[in-house]
């Protein structure tokens, strides 16, 4: 297991395991993500989303977020508007990159052996090529995505992922940028903290009990290095 205190510091860690959301929360793809969905139910025939509701299923599983995201358009076109979906995602994907300072906090939270992992409703797939594209595959200790689990917010992610490393509840922090982050760290038990640079309005999580919202990486990076 990692070690208790701060190899700087004496300060006792408060969270021995860390699971990050992926995008709108480590990665600045909010906004694409948000036309791609917007292009797929077009490309379908569907009422166009508007922005706050594309935006609003991001987090979820992809089939679960395109039916959310476009309720008019029939089931059995949903394996078209996946496609579709995959095929703007593909095209727009190496315009995404790292939110800046996310190296320097990762690397912070390496050093202070924490369990860094990631808990994401992108599919596998997806996940593996990002974090193959960014050289990351070494920062983090294991991830869960929603093709191989439950998506967001049931649990199963982080009960998962406490249980590979054996981690209580209670020394575990979920950080993300919207509610369904939020909802699936309360189903777990977990500590959550909440980042308003993403997907979803920040009014919407103080009923969800963040320890924190951090209104950019810095203030991210700067409250985990003080209390996590």
């Known amino acids: 297991m990692p070690h208790l205190l701060h190899p700087e510091t004496s300060r006792a860690r408060q969270f021995d395991l ?42 979820m599983g992809l089939m679960e977020a395109l039916a959310h995201a476009a309720p008019d358009v029939p089931v059995e076109k949903y394996p078209q508007l996946g496609a579709r979906y995959r095929h703007h995602y593909l095209a727009r994907q190496s315009d995404i990159s790292l939110f800046e300072g996310v190296l320097s906090l990762l690397a912070d939270l390496k050093t202070r052996q924490h369990w860094l992992t990631v808990a994401t409703g992108k599919s596998r797939r997806g996940l593996d090529d990002a974090l193959q594209a960014v050289e990351l595959k070494g920062l983090f200790d294991a991830s869960r995505t929603a093709d191989e689990t439950a998506g967001k917010p049931d649990p199963r992610m982080l009960q998962e992922l406490m249980r590979e490393f054996d981690v209580a509840p209670q020394r575990t922090l979920m950080i993300g940028d919207t509610t369904h982050d939020l909802q699936m760290a309360l189903n777990a038990g977990c500590a959550s903290v909440a980042v308003s640079y993403g997907a979803h309005e920040p009014e919407a999580f103080a009923a969800l009990r963040p320890r924190f919202i951090a209104h950019s990486v810095g203030d991210l990076h700067h409250w985990l290095l003080g209390n996590a």
């Open 18 to 59: 860390i699971a990050f959301d992926w995008d709108g929360t480590l990665f600045d793809s909010t906004a694409i993500i948000t036309r791609c969905i917007q292009n797929a139910v077009r490309d379908v025939g569907g009422a166009v989303p508007s922005d706050k509701d594309a935006a609003y299923v991001i987090g």
